[in-house]
């Protein structure tokens, strides 16, 4: 493993990837939004829930539950209008995910970055929206 690998990514990239992520939640509020910026938000759980598996931060599943909501209206929203837009409590859960994942994101090495990609498209592949356990 080289050790770029081993290492956090680069702060340009860590800037890059937040704003990206920032921009697709910025568009949904503002009635802009489409399926690409929405499967982002989907995306950054996901990474989120495989980064906080390998140690990097401390949220608790209620906190994935409460993102899982979000998303779930969200999309719910968008099938039954032509409005991408998302409701200002979604909007404070979804803004605390992306500030979450930035931390993860600027703290973890590269390679368990890319773990944690192909673990997202494996789920991806399958049924499962969400790699947390169902609600009960």
Known sequence: MTKDKLLPPTVESVREV???????????????????????LFIVASLSWFLREAGFGSKLDCFYREVQG???????????S??????????????RL???????FAAAPVHLMDGARKR????AQGERLFPWPDRE
Do not use: K, V
């Open 18 to 40: 937040s704003l990206r992520n920032h921009l697709a939640l910025a568009s949904c509020r503002s009635s802009a939004g489409n399926t690409a910026l929405l499967g982002e």
């Open 70 to 80: 979000a998303l779930e209206r969200c999309l719910g929203l968008t099938s039954s």
């Open 82 to 95: 032509d409005a991408w837009t998302i409701e200002p409590g979604d909007e404070a859960i979804l803004a």
């Open 98 to 104: 992306l500030c979450f994942y930035d931390q993860q």
């Open 120 to 123: 997202m498209l494996r789920l």
